[in-house]
């Protein structure tokens, strides 16, 4: 399996010029060191070492205590260890939170979605991931494949399976996408008809579609969506951005990257994530708008709304705004 190249040019600088390197406790020097050899099984104990020294600490390095919580992480994600690499992330990420590295934070949030897309990539289960069958969501997923099409019905695959909640004989509806576009016979955001799980694996499925008689013909392209029964992991935490998640939104940041995936908030457990993505999205705002100011002559930018919410105000007093 080959992993995602953007992991280790992510975490790889930050990791050395951001997060702190002491001096002590020296198992955890070490540590490091063995891990930038790929030597992960000798890191992994003098890291975790690391842990229990800093933790008996009567003042204990919190920045440091995270930094050792991301590289034991990142050795269990070299060892496709990716529950074990998830739940080290976790611990990272809160600490760095709590101590206002915002920088680091985010950092810490693609590894989780990295380590998701990667065990999918190597159908590797997640067994943190339990999911309640007497909770059932609505969920989006995007198709991937067209396999077969007739006038009245086809059957597509989605890149989603038991590890995400499906289970043969969930249903829904197959919905035209605003990410295809309008095409003959259908518009965007349309319902085109019934959709049926009746093939299954960890991460994949087959859905049968019957289109609806006035959808009689129609076309349908991958990344057309489903939206189907999903199973909810036991904890889930059903805040704004999980209710974002189901409709198959992206979370990107202002370079357009991908701050968290879809996957890694219907999972979440933690009440605290929520909090955690209105501060980042806070400072991609702030960010933003710093950026804009310095466009405060085109006329796109300055010129007020005639009408809703903001009327007005321009772009960049918005901004301000908000």
Known sequence: MNKKLIFLCLIVPISFLGFTQPKEPAD????????????????????????????????????????????????????????????????????????????????????????????????????????????????????????????????????????????????????????????????????????????????????????YKKYKGVQIFPKDLLTLKAYSVIGVQKNLFYEIAKLNVLFLDNSREELISKKAILFNTDPSLETILLRLYTKEINSFYEDIKAYDTVSSFNTPYTGGRFKGYNLIETFKLT
């Open 28 to 211: 955890y020097t070490q540590g490091v060191n063995l891990y930038k050899e790929k030597k992960y099984d000798a890191a992994l104990p003098l890291l975790m070492k690391s842990i229990a020294q800093l933790k008996s600490s009567d003042n204990p390095d919190k920045s440091t205590l995270a930094s050792c919580y991301n590289y034991i992480g990142l050795c269990h994600y070299s060892k496709d260890n990716y529950t074990e690499a998830i739940t080290n992330f976790y611990k990272s990420r809160d600490l760095f939170f709590s101590i206002g590295d915002l920088e680091s934070t985010q950092v810490l949030l693609k590894n989780i979605t990295l380590s998701f897309d990667n065990a999918r990539d190597g159908n590797i289960i997640i067994k943190s991931n339990v999911f309640d069958s007497s909770d059932a969501a609505d969920i989006y997923f995007s198709v991937t494949k067209v396999n077969t099409l007739t006038d009245d019905s086809a059957i597509v695959t989605i890149n989603e399976g038991i590890q995400d909640g499906l289970f043969i004989g969930s249903e829904g509806n197959i919905v035209s996408s605003y990410a295809v576009g309008d095409k003959p016979g259908r518009n965007a955001n349309e319902f085109l008809g019934t959709a049926k799980i009746i093939e299954l694996s960890n991460y994949s499925s087959k859905a049968v579609l019957y289109f």
